[in-house]
């Protein structure tokens, strides 16, 4: 990845911008959240989520992202064992299916990145629980974006939820801050120790991202040089949002209201 190797800190006036990347790029989301269904593409799930960008005056943000090769496309769909970055293309979705979908957005200069994770149709009890830890592990993360707390109490928060159930979290790939580049400083792992790393600062905008799996840790890359998949072929979740740090707590700017 491309990395901005610093913190930056962003004005009331840049946090309004990105808060409106944010929007937009939650407006493309839900779109997709509604079109998921048995017999869809994956493909299909990207053009929609395109076409609600560019209505809103957005760029999509992971299209031609740097990486073993331009990243081709505008969301990542990563389907079970599939973790994060799976690339559109013909495959359907199934009943059955859990489905991660991550979706950039660049508006007036500014990006927002967020994700989510859905069931498709009747899913495992294991499946419904990966899904709700993983999204209360994010919640568990935001909530620790305070003014003086350090990057390590946000890490730890969400470690601490998703290994009490009995998950994983990735070691391989983190949460970042985010702003006119995709990744800034710092890396935010999903996992590490409280009161360690850098201070949580009033004026940073970062994209806290658990990436959960069922039975290992461990991660591979398929064939295809994106895909990120569990190393056993396991479950996993994946649930995003862009936040920034106001001198009152978080504000979460991922949201359509
Ligand atoms: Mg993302
Ligand atoms: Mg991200």
């Known amino acids: 990845m491309v990395w901005k190797q610093r913190i930056i800190l962003k004005s009331p006036a840049e946090i309004a911008i990105m808060r ?3 929007r937009i790029n939650a407006l493309a989301l839900e779109a997709v959240r509604q079109a998921i269904r048995p ?19 957005g760029r999509p943000a992971f299209k031609g992202y740097p990486g073993p090769y331009p990243y ?4 990542t769909v990563s389907i079970n064992e599939e973790l994060v970055h799976g690339i559109p293309g013909p495959r359907k979705i199934k009943a059955g299916d859990i ?35 993983t999204e209360e592990a994010l919640y568990r993360g935001i909530e ?29 790939y983190t949460g970042h801050g985010v702003g006119r580049s ?10 590490g120790t409280p009161g360690r790393g850098a201070l949580i600062r009033e004026g940073m905008t970062v994209a806290l991202e658990p990436m959960v799996l069922v039975g290992t840790p461990k991660t591979k890359v398929k064939a295809d040089k994106w895909t ?9 979740a994946h649930f995003e949002h862009t936040i920034a740090v106001t001198a009152h707590g978080p504000l ?6």
């Open 252 to 257: 979460i700017l991922t949201v359509a209201d």
């Open 228 to 236: 990120v998949v569990s190393a056993d072929g396991s479950l996993t």
């Open 99 to 133: 489905v991660s979908v991550d979706c950039g957005t660049i508006y007036k200069g500014f990006i927002a990145d967020s994700a989510f994770t859905v069931g498709v149709g009747e899913i495992s009890p294991l499946a419904r629980r990966l899904i709700r830890v």
């Open 20 to 22: 409106q990347a944010g």
């Open 182 to 191: 995709m990744h800034e400083f710092p890396m935010i792992p999903n996992y």
């Open 72 to 75: 081709p496309a505008t969301i």
């Open 39 to 57: 017999g869809v593409t994956t493909e299909e799930l990207d053009a929609i989520a395109e076409e609600v960008i560019r209505k809103h005056g």
């Open 144 to 172: 620790q974006l305070r003014p003086g707390n350090r990057v390590g109490d946000v890490s730890a928060a969400i470690q601490r939820h998703v290994e009490v159930h009995g998950f994983h979290v990735t070691r391989e």
